[in-house]
């Protein structure tokens, strides 16, 4: 037993991000996501989903590591642009320059990103972008 640790033990408020908006629920989101693709696609292998998320990691196990290099050749493509896309997102959170539209550096809607939590435009420049897209597009 430690003696000394009953004293004072009340110190257990999250530190805030600088920005003073709280993400914490959206990364849960993006956590979240990122599980069920890394789960879906590991279901499609017959792999244990522990193993991909390196839960329990064991180094001497090189079957393991082959079966995780086949799991990542098995993502398509568009799994894995998500992948990335959700990891980047989780990033900002951390940096604190999450829900900051890369475009005109004005804050997201909240609504927004917590229906799309990998989106790094604001929806003034997405409706711009998609405007643009069009009008490329030849008819
Ligand atoms: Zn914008």
Redesign the pocket.
């Known amino acids: 037993m430690d003696e000394f640790s009953s004293g004072s033990s009340g110190q257990d408020s999250p530190p805030q991000p600088s920005s003073g908006r709280d993400f914490s629920r959206i990364e849960r989101l993006l956590l979240d996501q990122r599980d069920q693709i890394l789960k879906e696609a590991g279901r499609v292998v017959g792999i244990g989903v522990a193993n991909v998320a390196g839960l329990t990691p064991d180094p001497t196990d090189m079957a393991t590591r082959e079966e995780h290099e086949a799991f990542s050749l098995r993502l398509k493509e568009r799994e894995k642009n998500l992948l990335r896309k959700i990891d980047l997102a989780i990033e900002r959170i951390k940096e604190g320059d999450f829900g900051i539209?890369?475009?005109?550096?004005?804050p997201?809607e909240e609504k927004r990103l917590m229906a799309r939590p990998v989106t790094t435009?604001?929806?003034?420049?997405?409706t711009l972008q998609e405007i643009q897209e069009n009008a490329k597009r030849p008819s």
């Open positions: 539209c890369e475009e005109c550096g004005e997201i435009l604001c929806i003034d420049c997405k």
